[in-house]
Every structure is written in C-alpha cells, then in structure tokens.
C-alpha cells in the first residue's frame, strides 16, 4: 500500500503535483476531502489530470472505509478486491525495467567525511537521483547504502519505460555536478555515479515494508543483470542490457560494448553504453525517411491532405486534425504527404510534444527553436547566446524587445548591459510571449509556403494549448497549413472553424494488413495461418502488424527458406512483442482499481458475457457495473447490450493478451478452472454450444482427463455443423492434451476415437489426399494393434481406404480393401464392415487395370449406413446400388432392382435426417442420380442439388462425380436421338468391350477423383 502523497501520486503518474501537495501540507488523509475545485486552487489545470485525481481519491475514500469497516469482499482470500489499492497487491508478472545506480568512491568519501556530513553527502545524492527518477516517472524501490534501485514499469507501465530509464541515467549522471549539501563543503568531493539498467521480465510481488523506499520483491534474472552492468559501468556512463537497447531504438546514441560474462549469469550479456540522447538536429529532420515501406491504404486522408496543402499554398491557411490512438498511422500519414510534396519549395517545420514534459511550458515550441537557431549540445552559453541573435535578427520584432522575450523563454541570462530587461507583468509577459512566436513561426510564409506539424498535442502542456489556439486562429490568411496529430484522450480546446479539417485514422482493411505483412516478410510467402493470426491479433493497427509480423519471422515457429516461410510450430506460443509490452501494460495500468477485472475477464476471452465475470468476480453488482463502465470508457473494453445480459469485447486482442499474461501462471490456472467449473455448474447452454470453450479453461487448468473429454466432444460437435477445420482444430488438441494422462488402454481408447474423427474431418475439409487423413487413420489403426480392437478396424481401413483410392496406387488401395475383409473374417462379429463398399468402390478403379469383379450386396450396405448414423460414426452414408450399374449393358444406367433403388433413397433420407452434408452431396452426385433416372424423376435435379451441396462443403471428389453424372445425362440426351441401327451397334461394341461405356464414365469419374484429389492435397500444401 502507498503510505505518503508523493508516493500516491507517482502511481497515479502525477508525480510532478508532489511538491505542490507537500508544500500545501497535504497528505493522504486530508486528500480524501480534496473537491475539482481545491485541485484547481492547487494549480491541477489539466483537465485530465483532475478526473484521474479525483477518481484515486474516491478510492481512498473507499479504501479507508474498508480500513476501518473491513469489507467482505476486500478481506475474502481470492477474491477480487473492490477496493484494490492504486498498486497492484498481488504478484504479477511484468516487463520490466530495472536501474541499479551507485555512487563511486563512497569508502573513499568515508575516510574523509565525518559519518554525519557523509549521510549528509548521501542524502543530498539521494535527493538529487528521486528528482530524476521521478521525472521520468520511475519507482524508487530501495535505498541500499550510497545504491538507488528503480524500476521504470512498475508499478505503472509507461509506454516507452526502457526510453525512461536511459533518459534518467543521462540525467541522474548530469545531476551529480550539481549535488549540494549545504552543510558540507563538497568542493573538493567529486560526485560520479555507476548505472546499469536492465529490461525482461519479472514476477513483482508483494510490496514489502514501508516508508518512501518500500521494496517490491522482484524475481527473475533482470535485476541481477542490471546490478552486473552496473559494476560494469566507468564512473558516470549509463550501462545497458540487449533488450534496453533494443527498446529504446534510435532515441540514443550507444556505444557498443560487446558480450560480457557476468558473474552467475550462464549465457555472455550483450552490453551498451548510452552516450547521449538521440541527435534532434533539424537537419536531419529535413527530408522525408527514405526506403521505408510505402503507405498502405489511406488514399482518402491522404487526398484531404492534399487539398489542404493545395489550399493552404494559396495563402488560405488550413489546419487538419489527424486523430488515432497509438501506432495507428498518424505520423505515417502526414510523412506521405511529405513524400508527396518533396519536388516542391516550402519550408517543414515539425514542432514535438514530449511525454516527460507534458507539463513544462512551452517545451515543444522552446525545443523546435533551440532547433531551428541551431543549439548543439557542446554548445555553451554564449555561443547560444549568440545563435539567438542571429536567429532574431532575421525577424521583424525590434532586438531589444525580442531577445529579452526570447533570453527568458530558453533560460538564458542577458549578458550585462547589453539588453534592457523586460518589465512586464506576467500576463504582458505572456501575451508578448505569444506574439513574438506567432510572428516568428508567420513570418516564414511570407518568404514561401509552411507546412507545420504538431505532433502529439496528446503531450502538449497547458501554455503551448493556449498559445496554440491563439495562433491558429491567425493562420487562415497566411501560406501556412498545420497539421495536429493527436490520440483520442485529447480534445482540442478550441472551437472549430471552417478552415479546420479533422480526420480520424480507424483500423486498416485486411488486403492492407497483408500488404504490410508481405512487405515485412521481403517478399517471401508467408503461411495463411500466420497471416490469420497476424490479422487476428493486430485489429488492423499497423503499429501491431509490424511488430506483430517481425517477432513471428523471427521467431522459431518459422524457418525461413529461400522463397517462403514455413510454419514449424504452434502460433498459440507467440508472445506479446517485447515492443508493445510496455505500451499495453501502460493502458492496463492506467485503470489500477479495475485492472483486476480486466484480467478476469482475459482469463473467460475476447468476448465475454456480463453473468460470468459476475458469477466469477464474486463482487457487489454496483461495483461491477462500475467497474466495468470504466473500462468501457476508457475504451479497453466494448459493449455490447446491458447488464444483466450485457457482452464485453476486448477492443484489442493484444491488450486481453497483456492483461491475461499479466496474471501469474499458477492465478490463470485457478481462474480457468474456476471458469470450467461455473461453466459445468451454471451455464449448460455454454457447455452444450461451445464445448470447445469448457475444454479451453481445462486445458489451461491443466485438467486433461475433462479437457480431451471437452476437445473430443467440441470436434464432433463441428463436424456435425459441417465446420470441419474448426473440428480439425480441436481434435487436435485434444490429442495433443493425451500425454498428460496415463498410458493405459483408457488413453488409447480415447484416442483412437479421437484420430477416427479426426481422419475424416480431414477427408471432409480437405480433399479425400489430405495427409491429414492419413496420417490420422494411419495412427488409429497402429491404436486398433495395440488394444486387438478388430469393431474399430474395419471403419479405420475403410477411412484409409479412401485416403488411398485418391492418392495412392490402385493396386495399395486393392491391399487395403482386402485387408480390411481379412479383418472381417476374422472378427466374425455383426459390428461394422466397409469391406463390400471398398471393394465395389475400388473395382471401378481397379478393374480396367486387375479386371477383377466383386459381389455387392446392398442390403449390407445400407445397414451400415444405419449402423453407422446409430453409433455416430465418422463413416458417412454410403449407398449400395453400384452393384447392378455395370452389369446392364443399356446404356448409362443400369436397371437396378426396386430394392435397391428404395435403398438408395432411404440412404439420401439418412444423409438428410443427420444433416451430413458430404454423405448428402455424395449420395445425391452418384448414386442418386441413377436413381432418379431409373425412376424417371428429373436426374438433372438431383445432381444439381448435389452439386450445390458438394461445393458449398468444398467436397471436390464429389464434385467430379457428380459433374461426370451431369455429362453422362446430357449424352443419355442425346442418344435417344441416335438411329435404333447406330444404337444397337453400339450395343454390340459395348458388349464386345465389356461395359466400355460404363466404365468409360467410371474411369473418367475416378480419373477426376484422382486429380481432385490431388488438387486437395496441392491445395492444402499437403504431400
Ligand atoms: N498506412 C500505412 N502504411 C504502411 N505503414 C504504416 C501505415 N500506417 C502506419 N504504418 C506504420 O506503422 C507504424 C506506426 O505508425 P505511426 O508511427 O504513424 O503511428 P502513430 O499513429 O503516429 O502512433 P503514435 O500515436 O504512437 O505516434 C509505423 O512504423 C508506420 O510506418
Ligand atoms: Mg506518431
């Protein structure tokens, strides 16, 4: 728990009001009583910053009633505590960044110093290290002797922590020259300081102890590096691990200090120093980033751009406000403007808004001057003195008024004598201020056309909005065009104009994922399940897709060759890119009194219903309602509909990921089995339509016994609804969830019903030469060996079987239909056998080739079928009645007997009663059309029917046949038309061929089997 203000505050990110609250007297008892207007006295001028204030303060308002009342539900172990504290209390896991900083020569100083100067000397370093570090909004999480510890992450996350650690390693460097103790003399001390910092990922504990140093246990390998790195520094350099480096990109320069080994660290450590901060000359801001991938989409906004510009350029002067949350391309969009406007003369001028000086005044506008008068950092106070008058002796406004104006604004002292000081009041101050930069930033166009970011006014302090709103109202009479790039937290504070534009960048289509996800991947193919799962996840933000695509590339689920990338492992094990951690953590965090929830909710899904998290959050309705409005609004969540039957949707997928992965793997797995549990007990309708979702929360509970029961019953239940990769899907999870159970007969009963499902669901989805299908069957029937299970056998040959007729030599499927009447034979049970329907189904294929022939009964076949749709085999209906087909020589059809033709309708009515679209569509394409036409009903119908049934299902095999059943009508057409003597020639050459024509379209039918097989398997990328 936070015990002083200063500490409140700094987890609230409002750490620049302590000093303020301090010297007001105020502490955390007297803040509850804090109102909007005592903030407001206080100089909280942000609007923002007083509802994130006063929504703290009511939760130490309602913390400190629980103090004293002791909720229920606070004091429930395992509960969600309503009145979590602004500190996440229990243990979590979370990148973090770690810096160990350490005074050099602190023996030496205590031979010198008496011990009480010395602890004065350490506090005053002390002191000066707080200040830097809670700039940056760091955690001091201990004093340890002349060594400071903080994290940067903890216990708020910032989107850019690691770039917060270096930027207060530069500064607590910079800082000691300035160290005072004034009770000391510490001339003759020279203060210098070791830093090491580190970033990965932790688990935080619990805080223990108290005081401004409380201590956050941390655990992992982290901290121990940072410490290492440390010791590693020189006196005064900034030392940092690989993933520091990574992170904070090209805001630094770095020098490269090579692989380390560092004591009780197993692998070498890649070190860096950080020399300074990242180079801000304008020069190299002048021309657009070449070589970048072009810009995907966007052509409307780009257009309005466009007419602005164009407008702007005729001295009517536009502004256009380009808002968009994080990453979504606001930045990018105004760069494609500036690609498209490089040939022609006008000035750029890009002023930044920074997130560490959202309340220093005028700092975006003082920065771009000091840029555009040409500031180096080497540079000393005269000589930026002296940069500045050059630079205004350019502009219109008198020297003696301006350099005052100026000297004052970027803290420089008038040389003696030289300049009048200002006498002004404060307000002429500013108003004189403003006009000085206005002039100074209109004067430009005078000379030629403007066009002038302002980038993230999300960042921008209260005196730079102000002046900002006075300025643009000038601009429509000027050759100037500004562009304001801001996220949705942000409201312009001006009213808007006609010379004003906003655009709003929403989520990219998913033809432009892709092209980001081809342009990343130079070119190669990139598996469609990558491409998926990238879609899935980023939600179009191309900021997500980038890093997204780079740690899969990268990662080890792929192998890249040398035209493609081929999957080699599951997409379910790809992290949170280490890019975007910080920044999801940092929206999480952002909300600490309903983070909780939100976790909770990570744990049901992306979209979870308001009656489960009710059930399992164990809260009071009001404070879930609430609680779950906040994060509503604060727009990590969608709703969908009303409590009590409200849906929450997770707005990203990668911030249910951070908050999920947030959670400590021993807490998800109680979560998830708390879910499966509720979801058995209380919500029937969930388990009987979404029983892949109650073998998720077993599988994650790491109950396998339940979750391959789940995962068998989730893909028979897809394979029923004809969404066969999804059954695909589960069933392959639920094989891979097995070797979790013992190694019994049980086991391998379970899966061996598992791969038989799974055989054919490949078959169905996939072509009957899916490898899958193979594969599958293949291991069922090494299953049917091992447990001498001889009812099982028979349906695995015959699923193999038709694995076979399609991809392997007629001669192999020949072995296995014969195989499988051996297993008949030898079961003598009345259970199933396929044995007449392979070996009639196989004869046509065969018999060209063996000339072989086989009885048929159709009887037998049709009590399969029965059989089958009884005891929910994954067999589908198959229809006898080929039996008779090649033995009638007139013609296409031959004359079945009434039998058989009644047996083949009951088949197609089976087919329809279990809703099993592969075995209608073959039962309709095949031997429903001989029916219909032996009966004279219209077989055109029929087949067309099955045509439609087969293509909806993708079921290319009986696609074919049927397509060779339609041409065969159509000849049938057309031969009554032929002469009686042409006709009974071709009789006779028929009966000397041996059921030539017959087999002609048999053949043809098995010789488009074979290629839509074939195409199957080439589709599917199997081999
Ligand atoms: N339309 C696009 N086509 C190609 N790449 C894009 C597009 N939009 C954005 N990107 C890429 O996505 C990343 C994020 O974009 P960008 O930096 O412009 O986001 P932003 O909205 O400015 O975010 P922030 O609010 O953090 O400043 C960049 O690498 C950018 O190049
Ligand atoms: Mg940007």
Redesign the pocket.
């Known amino acids: 728990m936070v015990s002083s203000i200063r500490d409140w505050l700094q987890s609230l990110d409002l750490g620049q009001y302590a000093e303020t609250f301090e010297a007001n007297d105020l502490n955390l008892d007297l803040a509850v009583d804090l109102s909007d207007a005592d903030l407001k006295d206080l100089g909280v001028t942000s609007m923002g910053h007083r509802k994130n204030l006063l929504r703290a303060i009511d939760g130490l308002r309602a913390a400190s009633t629980t103090e004293n009342g002791q909720s229920e539900a606070a004091a429930a172990p395992g509960k969600l505590s309503s009145t979590a504290p602004a500190t996440p209390a229990q243990a979590e896991r979370r990148q973090l960044t770690v810096m160990f900083c350490d005074l050099v020569g602190s023996t030496e100083l205590s031979t010198r110093l008496d011990p009480e100067d010395l602890q004065e000397v350490i506090r005053a370093y002390h002191d000066s290290c707080a200040k830097v570090i809670a700039q940056y909004n760091g955690y001091i999480a201990k004093y340890m002797g002349d060594g400071v510890l903080a994290y940067f992450g903890y216990p708020r996350a910032h989107e850019n922590d690691a770039e917060r650690a270096a930027h207060a390693g530069l500064g607590i460097v910079e800082a000691m020259a300035n160290v005072s103790a004034p009770q000391v003399p510490l001339r003759e001390v020279e203060m210098a300081v070791r830093i090491g910092i580190n970033t990965g990922l932790v688990v935080v504990g619990d805080i223990i102890g108290e005081g401004a140093a409380e201590e956050a246990s941390v655990v992992g390998e982290t901290p121990n590096v940072a410490a290492r790195l440390q010791a590693l520094a020189q006196p005064n350099q900034v030392v940092i691990g690989p993933l520091t480096h990574e992170l904070i990109g090209e805001a630094f320069a770095c020098e490269d200090l090579g692989a380390h080994r560092l004591k009780g660290i197993a692998e070498p450590v890649h070190a860096w120093r950080v020399v300074s901060e990242g180079d801000l000359d304008i020069e190299a801001d002048a021309e657009p980033v070449d070589g ?7 052509q409307e906004e780009l257009g309005l751009l466009l007419r602005s510009w164009e407008a702007s350029k005729e001295g009517h002067g536009q502004v256009v406000l380009i808002q ?10 105004v ?1 494609a403007l500036r690609e498209r406007v490089s040939g022609e003369d006008y000035t750029w001028v890009s002023i930044r808004c920074s997130p560490y000086h959202a309340n220093s005044t005028l700092y975006p506008v003082i920065e771009h001057m000091k840029r555009a008068m040409g500031w180096k950092p080497e540079d000393d106070a005269e000589a930026r003195f002296g940069k500045l008058e050059a630079a205004l002796a350019q502009q219109s406004l008198p020297p003696d008024e301006a350099v005052p104006l100026y000297a004052e604004l970027m803290s420089l002292s008038l040389p003696e004598g030289r300049y009048a000081p200002l006498d002004l009041s404060a307000k002429q101050k500013r108003e004189q201020t403003f006009y000085a930069l206005s002039g100074w930033l209109l004067e430009e166009a005078e000379r030629r056309p403007v066009l002038q970011v302002w ?2 006014m999300h960042w921008a302090d209260p005196t730079t909005q102000e002046f900002l709103a006075l300025y643009i109202e000038q601009s429509p009479t000027v050759s100037i065009l500004n562009i304001l ?1 801001y ?1 949705p937290d942000f409201a312009p504070p001006w009213p808007m104009r006609s010379h004003m534009t906003p655009i709003t ?1 929403n989520r ?1 289509e998913r033809p ?1 994922v892709g092209a ?1 996800i081809a342009h990343q991947a130079g070119g190669k193919a990139v598996p469609v399940e990558v491409i998926e799962h990238i879609i899935g996840k980023s939600d179009g933000v ?2 997500f ?2 890093e997204l695509t780079k740690t899969i590339l990268q990662s080890d689920y792929l192998r890249e060759e040398a035209e493609r990338y081929t999957l080699i492992g599951s997409l379910d094990e790809v992290a949170i890119p280490v890019t975007l951690q910080d920044s999801l953590m940092a929206r999480l965090d952002r909300m600490p009194r309903v983070r909780e929830l939100a976790q909770l909710g990570a744990v049901l899904g992306r979209e979870f219903a308001y009656e489960m998290l009710q059930a399992l959050a164990e809260i009071e309705e009001p404070m879930l309602r609430d609680g779950l409005g906040q994060l509503v609004d604060a727009e990590l969540l969608y709703q969908r509909g009303r409590a009590p039957r409200a849906k929450y949707i997770f707005k990203h997928a990668l911030i249910q990921d951070a908050a999920y992965e947030s959670l400590l793997k021993r807490t998800r797995q109680r979560h998830h089995r708390q879910v499966a549990a509720l979801m058995e007990e209380r919500f029937p309708e969930t388990v009987a339509t979404h029983p892949e979702l109650v073998a998720h929360h077993f599988t994650e509970a790491g109950d396998a016994t339940h979750a391959v029961q789940y995962w068998r019953s989730a893909g028979e239940r897809a394979r029923r609804l004809s969404a066969n990769l999804e059954a695909i899907a589960y069933l392959t999870k639920g094989i891979a969830m097995l070797h979790e159970l013992p190694d019994d007969e049980e086991r391998a009963r379970e899966e061996l019903a598992l791969q038989a499902s799974l055989g054919h669901a490949n078959i169905v989805a996939r072509g009957h030469g899916a490898a899958g299908a193979e594969a599958a069957y293949a291991r069922a029937l090494e299953l049917c060996g091992q447990l001498g299970d001889v009812a099982e056998l028979a349906p695995t040959l015959f699923g193999l079987w038709r694995y076979y007729v399609v991809a392997r030599p007629l001669d192999e499927t020949n072995d296995v239909a014969t195989g499988s009447a051996r297993s008949r034979r030898t079961s003598g049970t009345p259970s199933f056998t396929s044995l007449p329907i392979m070996r009639s189904a196989t004869r046509p294929f065969v018999w060209p080739i063996l000339g072989t022939r086989a009885p048929i009964s159709n009887k037998e076949s049709l009590g399969i079928c029965r059989h089958n749709a009884a005891r929910k085999s994954t067999v589908p209906v198959r229809t006898p009645g080929l039996r008779a087909a090649p033995t009638g020589n007139d013609g296409l059809v031959a004359r079945l007997s009434e039998r058989a033709q009644s047996r083949i309708r009951e088949c197609v009515e089976l087919a329809e009663e279990l809703e099993d679209a592969f075995s209608l569509a073959y039962v309709l394409c095949f031997p429903g059309a001989i029916v219909s036409e032996t009966c004279g009903s219209d077989s055109n119908t029929v087949v067309e029917r099955g045509l439609d049934v087969a293509a909806e299902g993708g079921f290319s095999l009986w696609v074919a046949f049927g397509k060779v059943h339609q041409r065969s009508l159509r000849f049938e057409d057309q031969r009554s038309e032929i002469s009686a003597r042409h006709a009974a020639r071709k009789r006779r050459r028929d009966s000397a061929d041996g059921c030539a024509h017959q087999h002609a379209i048999l053949y043809d039918a098995s010789g488009q089997g074979v290629s839509a097989g074939r195409k199957d398997r080439r589709w599917t990328g199997d081999s």
């Open positions: 970048r991938m072009p810009l995907v989409g966007r968009g949350e994080a990453g979504i391309g606001k930045s990018r969009l760069e980038e993230d790039t996220r960048l990219l432009e980001i191309p900021l897709v980038e």
